[in-house]
């Protein structure tokens, strides 16, 4: 991905990522599959790894069942910079396209951004987290 590419995503803001993809086509651990998919898509979008203490991850339930796996699509929330804002400002799709490097093609998905409400932007503990810049 060039330079230009990447700047699409604004780099400090508060920006809540839904991406879509099948589990197995997912390389590596099972119970790993959420961090392979937030690390592989910060590499290239952000230009460095996930980190929980800026970012935060929603798992979906099946990611390690390798028989459902096969078949389902599943969704996962990837919230950036969860310290930028109070709730995130951008809401954006992504396809994860399987391979020997993931691929990330922006796309939209209907009710994602009801679906998306139900999960508290930045994880739990954010909620009333203080100094939050709003």
């Keep these: 991905m ?3 590419a990447r700047q699409a995503l ?3 803001s508060a920006i809540r990522l839904c991406l879509r993809f099948k589990a197995r086509d997912i390389p590596g651990d099972p119970c790993a599959r959420s961090l392979t998919v937030a690390d592989a ?4 979008k ?3 790894k996930f980190d929980w203490e800026r970012d935060y991850i929603y798992t979906p339930a ?3 069942d390798v028989e459902d796996g096969t078949r ?5 929330f990837l919230d ?6 109070s ?3 951008t809401l954006l799709c992504y396809q994860v396209g399987k391979g020997d490097s993931m691929t990330f093609t922006e796309t939209k998905f209907n009710g994602v951004r009801d679906f998306s409400d139900m999960f508290p932007w930045g994880g739990r503990d954010m909620r009333n987290a203080p100094n939050m810049k709003d």
């Design 87 to 89: 709730k995130y400002e």
């Design 46 to 48: 952000f230009e460095r």
């Design 2 to 4: 060039d330079a230009q």
């Design 72 to 76: 389902m699509k599943l969704f996962m």
């Design 10 to 12: 604004p780099r400090e």
């Design 62 to 64: 099946g990611i390690d």
């Design 41 to 44: 898509f910060m590499q290239q």
């Design 80 to 85: 950036v910079n969860k310290h930028a804002n």
